[in-house]
């Protein structure tokens, strides 16, 4: 279990019973928090585990050390703040075969951000593409 | 033979941009934009008080030979994982009693919700007027098709391969009986697809997928996964590989009107009524499931509801719009308490009337019931006292002649039916947001348990005219009732619902409830 505060038992989570409940009903939070972090759900598979393992904690580890991977059963649960970016190029390479974007979408199973595709990256961001950002389509 | 100038133009081009021989899918998706279809002047069948912009893009750059490869791979796994390896293992009968009993429910549930959702985005397609943006509801139109398949082979699975068929196979036909088929066809039906289409796609994509979908269709894996069910989690986190566009075309919906006057008008009260429609239903009915539908406990399900609905949905979706005008729910302090209380509301009165339902259901054990204290302090002294009287007058024993609907009469705890939501409540016992308020109209009495779902009523109450199970068996006796809306099994006279998931305990038949003499009455007809 990570300390991280975007971890899955992170902050209110850690609480219990009446600690948990003083916090959960104060007055401050019966209103919603802008947040600037993203959630990413990956289905487990055979490619699934290589990308979480061999590039999100691995290779790129240091991109964005507000990255969290927790381990839910059937799925890999990520959070982080700012955004999370995944090159399936990249993933090609480590995976020894064919795969493009459409491969990694198989098993991305849910996404709370804006999420979307370039080319051969996939993107979950907090920023708000379409109205803070354009969305871009592949240059010639 | 002289060539045309078209032909010489297509000539000359080829000599200097050799044809391409590969492309890329996303390289095909901007070719495609080049069409620039004009949808600007679209007459949709299905209006909206809203102006779509014609310029809205979809976040994916989906192809249609892209789309059928990825869904087709996505079949083949789920398919494979379930008729090799689950097979072979008996994985069916590895599920714990009591969360098989919380798949009749769930998977024939979400199967309503899919095939509702069908017509919804077919809806959304006609009424937006953006290419890119017609492109995401049309594949989402694919996907409901999918989904729907997947949860009729999710009941089917379970009734061929599993324990205890009966409620798994053809639910629907028991949906008149009880109360919990009508309540949900208000938030999966009604909600996606009645009014407003942008509203309906508020109701469908931003609040129900973008929200509750992660609780229902992700968070529901991890429960099944710890009560033995590898059967769930295979075909729902494929289920959820879908909803991600969806969210994103919900979003994207945003977008198209962020510049539209009528947002500033109608936005924030369209968003509330679509996020209390939704949550006054999944809040206490998935907490219910979850926490009293199986035997190991995941986490409280107040803890899953704060996690996916008010911190990552309420701060990362809603929270995040706030500078476009969009404001936190203003019914949010009221979900918040029933996110708490209302799932342990809803279980005192689903076990009451355990005998209009089409599943088993069990009462906590002493296990449970100190779970229950240690994560909601106050559990017992308001419910655990009155599971163990009933348990003591043997409200699981047919030979007892005592089912718990009777100790409300006794003890003068009337049970009314919400007109909006269908949601039945108690207003003695309830502790979370339901408080009783009548209103007579067109020489009918209407009750409401929350200042939501009343406001909505008296906005549109032609809208909510669903009669309720009171007012449709009135002078029935309860028996016959069960009897002609098919809720028993095979033999004819066991009932399907049961009120306990004892394989060895005695099940209840009609002749036991008819030997009760409960008759329907109104409620409505004693304020």
């Known amino acids: 279990m990570s300390n991280n505060a975007n971890s899955y038992g992170a902050g209110i989570m850690a609480k219990t019973g009446k600690e948990f409940a003083d916090e ?36 790129r580890k240091d991109d964005n050390p507000t990255l969290v991977v927790e381990d839910r059963a059937g799925y890999w649960w990520l959070k982080a703040t700012g955004k999370i970016e995944i090159d399936c190029e990249e993933a090609a390479e480590i995976l020894g075969k064919d795969f ?32 803070d950002r354009k969305l871009e389509d592949l240059e010639s | 033979m002289a060539i045309s100038a078209a032909t010489k133009a297509a000539t000359d ?80 009968n590895k599920v714990h009693p009591k969360w098989n009993e919380t798949m009749k429910v769930i998977s024939n549930f979400l199967e309503v919700g899919e095939y509702n959702a069908i017509a919804a985005t077919g ?27 997947q949860c009729g082979y999710v009941n089917y699975y379970f009734t061929k391969h599993g324990q205890d068929a009966a409620g798994h196979n053809d639910a629907r036909r028991t949906r008149t009986i009880g109360p919990l088929w009508k309540g949900m066809k208000r938030v999966f039906s009604d909600g996606f697809i009645s009014g407003d289409a942008v509203e309906c796609s508020i109701n469908l994509q931003l609040v129900g997928e973008a929200c509750f ?65 939704q949550q006054k239903y999944f809040t206490p009915v998935l907490g219910m499931m979850f926490e009293y539908g199986s035997h190991f406990k995941v986490e409280p399900w107040v803890k899953t509801w704060n996690r996916w609905v008010y911190e990552d949905w309420g701060g990362i979706w809603i929270g995040r719009l706030g500078k476009y005008g969009v404001e936190s729910p203003a019914s949010l302090r009221d979900a918040k308490k029933d996110a708490y209380w ?26 449970e019931a100190d779970w229950f204290e240690e994560n909601y302090p106050g559990w017992h002294e308001h419910y655990g006292v009155i599971y163990e009287e009933w348990r003591k007058r043997g409200c699981e024993d047919p030979n007892s002649g005592f089912i718990p ?25 309830c502790k979370g947001a339901s408080t009783l308020r009548v209103h007579e109209y067109n020489g009918k009495k209407n009750t409401f348990s929350d200042d939501w779902g009343e406001r909505m009523w008296l906005t549109e109450p032609e809208r909510y005219e669903c009669q309720n199970m009171f007012e449709q068996y009135a002078g029935r006796e309860l028996s016959e009732v069960i009897a002609e809306l098919h809720g028993v099994r095979s033999d004819g006279k066991t009932l399907i619902a049961q009120p306990h998931t004892d394989k060895d ?21 004693a304020l």
């Open chain 1, 100 to 131: 493009n974007v459409y491969d990694f979408l198989v098993d991305v199973s849910s996404t709370i951000g804006r999420a979307f595709t370039l080319g051969e990256t996939f993107t979950i961001t907090s920023e708000l593409m379409g109205l």
């Open chain 2, 405 to 429: 609907l009777m100790w409300f009469i006794e003890n003068n705890h009337p049970i009314y039916i919400d007109r909006v939501s269908q949601v039945p409540f108690c207003p003695d016992l």
């Open chain 2, 123 to 149: 809806m959304l397609w006609d009424s937006a007027s953006a290419p890119e943006q017609k492109n995401g509801y049309l594949a989402q139109t694919l996907d409901e098709i999918r989904h729907t398949n």
């Open chain 1, 24 to 59: 959960y009903f104060a007055e401050e939070n019966q209103v919603v928090h802008e947040s600037h972090e993203v959630v990413l759900v990956l289905k487990k598979s055979d490619e699934m585990n290589i990308i979480v393992e061999e590039i999100l904690l691995g290779d």
């Open chain 2, 342 to 367: 209302a799932h342990h509301d809803l279980f005192l009165l689903a076990y009451a009337l355990w005998p209009t339902g089409f599943f088993r259901l069990t009462l906590p054990t002493a296990e």
């Open chain 2, 13 to 92: 081009a080829l000599a200097v941009n050799r044809a391409p021989t590969s492309v890329s899918a996303q390289e095909v998706h901007r070719w495609l934009q080049s069409f620039t279809w004009d949808f600007d002047k679209n007459r949709s069948k299905y209006p909206t008080k809203y102006k779509m912009a014609n310029d809205t893009k979809e976040q994916f750059k989906l192809i249609a030979k892209e789309y059928a490869r990825m869904e087709s791979v996505k079949d083949e796994r789920q398919f494979g994982s379930l008729q090799d390896v689950l097979t072979r293992i008996d994985a069916g």
């Open chain 2, 505 to 525: 305990g005695k099940m209840w038949t009609l002749d036991d409830i008819k030997a009760l003499n409960c008759v329907f009455s109104d409620p409505v007809d």
């Open chain 2, 213 to 277: 979908t992660n609780p229902l269709i992700v968070a529901v894996t991890e429960w099944a996964a710890a009560n033995g069910d590898e059967i769930t989690p295979t075909v729902f986190l494929s289920i959820e590989t879908d909803e991600l566009r969806h969210m994103a075309n919900g979003y994207q919906t945003i977008v198209s009107i962020a510049n539209d006057e009528a947002a500033s008008k109608y936005l924030n009260t369209d968003l509330n009524n679509a996020f209390w429609t």
